[in-house]
């Protein structure tokens, strides 16, 4: 993954989006917390408002891998099926880790 290049799609130098980056990705586990703890207690209106904020936040960075996952989580929340929850928050955590590890 290439943050110079996603940052500057995004009109800001390397370390302004890496700030950004940083706080991205504690939010982006504090999601991923509230998606898991909301999912184990059958709330899928807050799973899917936590998935709903990390989808957004991940497109508007440009991280569409997130994004695209985040989208499956908040649909398959919203209706319900809580069985995908934990497969899907892993997968966004694992690509969280490709993130850090690009720093």
């Known amino acids: 993954m290439d943050l110079l290049e996603l940052g500057s799609k995004l009109g800001l ?3 302004e ?3 950004l980056v ?3 990705l504690d939010s982006a586990a504090s999601d991923i917390q509230k998606i898991r703890s909301a999912c184990q ?3 899928g209106e807050t799973a899917a408002a936590s998935a709903h ?3 957004g936040a991940s497109g508007n960075l440009g991280f569409l891998d997130i994004h695209e996952l985040a989208k499956k989580a908040e649909t398959d929340s919203g209706n319900s099926n809580f069985d995908e929850c ?3 928050s892993s ?3 694992e ?3 490709q993130i850090k590890k690009s720093f």
């Open 53 to 55: 904020s990390l989808k």
């Open 41 to 43: 207690k059958g709330d």
């Open 17 to 19: 989006f890496k700030e």
């Open 13 to 15: 130098d390397k370390n």
């Open 22 to 24: 940083k706080f991205f």
């Open 91 to 93: 997968m966004i955590e």
């Open 95 to 97: 690509k969280l880790e």
């Open 86 to 88: 934990e497969t899907v």
